[in-house]
């Protein structure tokens, strides 16, 4: 991680490899930049030194993690670089799963056996890489997943949306 | 598939850390076992998801209701994953363990046998109980030999998570609020207190088979010595009193009173002080949904 140039003269470059250490609170370990959370991250110069200003976009709006994705980003900015943070959650643009980094989505796939949605709308299994998965709900345990049943291995399968 | 030609081949493999897979011509009682287990699981995540839906219009403020609501849909799909998995074992189909359920016939956490009187209790629950959940989860996800629901518990356990800070965001508001918030919270933890340590079971047998094929993978006594540890602490440094006469610090250990195990054989038994008024009510829901499942079981033959 890069923090040679901050607090004193930080970059949004900067900016962004601290706002990697802030992860999901439902996927530990999956950061918000994986995610496609983060909409513009900006070091602007303020009274007291540079000041960081980030723009969130939520995966679904009514999210529940909301408010902790805010403290959370917000308190490990200022920890890692003594800049003060502002969060804002924007209402545009919308969010879907493209946004999501090759990384993030491996993450996924491989930890918590969640995957995203081929572009014909078929499922690929990220257990046995059969596709062989059928949708089974469209309510999952959150807002933004739905679950299937891959009928090859025999596993519960959840697809973000 | 893989096959094993005795139970003796079959626990060496688990010893050596194996993961069985849905398809493998696994032992018999091991296949019981490990149903039963997810299938007590599968009925409390279900029990305490309709105890959290109870409260989505109780909740002090918008952002609360929204935390409810979502919590009571991560309790209730988790639930649905677990059935999943479960009923893919062969004992029972995903309607046979409902209809148990509501029937009386089934088990769950001891928790969900219990009245939730004030908004008090909610937190207690949200703060102590899902904090018992969670470690005796994470307990069982450290060594999981079953690998499908190894794979859903990882999701779960981070969800859960989720939930208990929530809780903890919720005590603290109590604990910095006014006498009568404080006053609610110490009743609330009055009632709440036994139940959760009760939570994680009797003492462990030196025999217990989900010790011996890893589903579990610590002694239930000493997951409950863990949480006290941590929890006694907590609760003192925010001014509240453990309900606990026999509470006591030995080599710096914080050690509680003996633990009368009739009111967790009584849960067990459906015979707890809300038991019967939390299966009624769930059996009421299944049956004012029938024609849910009747109209989809009608356009599913109508589609095919």
């Known amino acids: ?25 439902e996927y530990p370990g999956v950061s918000i930049v994986d995610l496609g959370l983060v909409q513009t991250a900006r070091v602007q110069p303020g009274p007291d030194g540079p000041e960081a200003q980030v723009g969130l976009i939520p995966t679904f709006s009514g999210c529940p993690a909301l408010a902790m994705i805010k403290d959370d980003v917000e308190s490990t900015v200022t920890r890692l670089s003594g800049m003060p943070c502002v969060v804002t959650w924007l209402p545009t643009p919308v969010w879907d799963s493209s946004r999501l980094t ?47 049943w891959c009928d090859d291995c025999r596993n519960a399968v959840e697809v973000l949306r | 598939m893989r096959t094993w030609t ?38 409390s995540e279900m029990m305490g998801g309709l105890t959290e839906r109870d409260w989505i219009p109780k909740a002090p403020g918008l952002r609360l209701k929204q935390i409810f609501l979502a919590k009571t849909q991560d309790e209730i799909g988790h639930a649905h994953l677990l059935y999943m998995v479960a009923a893919d074992m062969g004992v029972k189909t995903r309607t046979e363990m409902l209809e148990d359920l509501f029937a009386g016939r089934s088990r769950f956490h001891n928790v969900f046998h219990y009245q939730a009187v004030t908004w008090g209790d909610q937190i207690a629950i949200a703060y102590l109980v ?33 939930h208990m800070r929530h809780g903890e965001e919720m005590l603290l508001r109590m604990a910095e609020g006014s006498e009568v918030q404080r006053e609610m919270f110490q009743q609330a933890l009055n009632r709440w207190w036994g139940p959760a340590v009760q939570l994680f079971g009797p003492n462990s047998s030196p025999d217990d088979p989900l010790l011996k094929w890893k589903i579990k993978s610590e002694l239930n006594e000493n997951l409950r010595h863990a949480y006290v540890q941590r929890y006694v602490p907590l609760l003192h440094s925010y001014g509240f009193t453990i309900p606990d006469p026999e509470l006591r610090q030995e080599d710096g250990k914080w050690i ?3 633990i009368d195990w009739e009111p967790l054989k009584a849960t067990m038994r459906n015979g707890g002080p809300d038991s019967r008024r939390r299966i009624e009510n769930a059996a009421g829901n299944w049956a004012d949904t029938a024609w849910v499942r009747d109209a989809l079981a009608l356009a599913t033959a109508g589609a095919a």
């Open chain 1, 1 to 25: 991680m890069t923090l040679s140039s901050a607090p004193s003269t930080g970059h949004a470059t900067d900016l962004i490899e601290l706002l990697r250490q802030v992860f999901d609170p």
């Open chain 1, 102 to 148: 090759a990384h993030g989505r491996a993450q996924l796939a491989s930890e918590f056996t969640v995957v995203l949605r081929n572009r014909d709308g078929s499922l690929r299994c990220p257990v046995c890489g059969s596709n062989d998965v059928a949708d089974q709900s469209m309510a999952g345990p959150t807002r933004c997943r739905s679950i299937a």
């Open chain 2, 6 to 43: 005795d139970l003796e081949s079959f626990e060496h493999f688990i010893d050596d850390g194996g993961i069985v897979e849905a398809g493998d011509d696994m032992p018999e009682p091991y296949r019981q076992e490990v149903f039963r287990f997810i299938e007590f699981h599968a009925n």
């Open chain 2, 130 to 162: 899902d904090a018992a959940a969670l470690a005796s989860q994470r307990a069982v996800f450290a060594q999981c030999s079953y690998g499908p629901y190894k794979r859903i518990l990882k999701r779960i356990i981070a969800e859960e998570g989720f």
């Open chain 2, 256 to 258: 509680i009173g003996d």
